[in-house]
Every structure is written in structure tokens, then in C-alpha cells.
């Protein structure tokens, strides 16, 4: 729980933040950290991108009709988090009571589809600094995915 106080402290939404609690968060920064198969982190990396997924997490529970796109870090948590799949869907439940979709690839496949997925990008980070302040993304680029709860 100190991990979780410490990555989450200044969160005013308490229900959401009671929601956050739920996941096993130790099984993410494991996997982060020892993976071979995602972006290793060090353990301070593992650290931040965590706190800025479970900001992620948030901004999705506030806003669940808009479409999200995470930059590379937050999407590499998301990666290690998706990891157990069974896991990954029992907390979509509990959090939003439907399943988060990841849409890879989505930015790739013509200069439209491109020009769209930098405007939403660009969303996405004007919605982590209303909500979380100046630099709560950081400044890692965009991931080529698409972020939708069902």
C-alpha cells in the first residue's frame, strides 16, 4: 500500500482512487522490470510510468467516451498489465465494469489516419494536464494505439 500511497497521493477522486488499490501492482513493476519480452524498465522508470498508467487509468474512469492515445510509456505498463489477460479483464471490470480495447497499430496506416492519431495524442495530453497538472504524461512519444473502454 505505501507503493500505491506514495504513486497515487494527491488523487482527489476517492472512489477512484479505492478502485486503483484493487490491482496488483507489484505483478505490473515485476514485469516491468525483469520482462524480456516489453521494454525493460529500471526500477525508478518502473516506478514513474506506473504512477502515469494509473493517472491513465483515471483519466479513462473520467471520461470513458473519448478516445485516448498513450504515449510509449504508458502504453509499455499497459503492455506488462495486459500480460495476465484474465487478470487485466477482472480489473477493467472492477474499475469500469467493461473491458478497455487496445486498438494497435492505430496511427500507421495513411497520412488521415496519422494527422487523427497526433490530434488525439495532443488531446490526451491537454486532458493529463487539466486534470493532473503541467508534465503528468511526461514527455515519452505517442504509442501507435488507440485506447477505448467497450
Known amino acids: 500500500m505505501l507503493l500505491l500511497d506514495t504513486l497515487f497521493q494527491h488523487d482527489s477522486q ?16 515485476l514485469r516491468l522490470v525483469n520482462s524480456e519480452q516489453i521494454q525493460k524498465f529500471n526500477i525508478f522508470q518502473a516506478f514513474f510510468a506506473m504512477r502515469k498508467y494509473g493517472l491513465f487509468l483515471l483519466l479513462l474512469q473520467k471520461y470513458p ?4 492515445v498513450p504515449n510509449q510509456e504508458i ?10 489477460i484474465d487478470q487485466f479483464a477482472k480489473d477493467c471490470q ?4 467493461t473491458s478497455i480495447h487496445h486498438i494497435p497499430e492505430f496511427g500507421l496506416r495513411d497520412n488521415d489516419e496519422r494527422l487523427e492519431w497526433q490530434l488525439i495524442f495532443a488531446k490526451t495530453q491537454v486532458l493529463f494536464e487539466l486534470n493532473f497538472g503541467q508534465g503528468a504524461m511526461g ?3 505517442p504509442a501507435c494505439c488507440e485506447i477505448l473502454l467497450a
Open 14 to 29: 476517492p472512489n477512484a482512487w479505492q478502485k486503483l488499490q484493487l490491482i496488483d501492482w507489484l505483478k505490473i513493476f
Open 65 to 68: 467516451n473519448i478516445r485516448i
Open 75 to 84: 502504453d509499455a505498463v499497459l503492455h506488462a498489465h495486459m500480460a495476465d
Open 94 to 97: 472492477k474499475l469500469y465494469n
Open 139 to 141: 514527455d515519452s512519444p
